[in-house]
């Protein structure tokens, strides 16, 4: 599957419709953008049951400032409509293989029941 681009209309929507949701946030001029987008795209072609999106950070400004994007590249990945890791910095193939895997083992009921604690609701 190939990445598919996100904007303000259509993040949202594609977080809360889709399991795990990677989000690749770049702009044109950024150069580690450029190197890590042919490895973003090599992730999604292998794993096709995931979106691969991407920002630009240039067209989506008021998407990249209402998620406060300081850095790019940055990497978010969504699960179950939770933002479970977000850090800025190209990672090399092996590394996003090993993210994409721990966000597939993630326990997902451990996950929501911590954030109903921290909330003060019940689980």
Known sequence: MSTVD????TFEQTVTDNDIV????WA???GPCRM?????????TKN???IFAKVDTEAEQGLAAQFGIQSIPTLMVFREKVLVFAQPGALPAASLDDLISQA???D???VHRAIAE???AQA
């Open 6 to 9: 996100l904007t303000e209309a």
């Open 22 to 25: 990677l989000v690749d946030w």
């Open 28 to 30: 044109s001029w950024c």
């Open 36 to 44: 890590f987008a042919p490895i973003f795209d090599e992730a999604s």
């Open 48 to 50: 096709p049951d995931i």
């Open 104 to 106: 597939r083992d993630l």
């Open 108 to 110: 997902m009921e451990e």
């Open 118 to 120: 921290r909330s003060g």
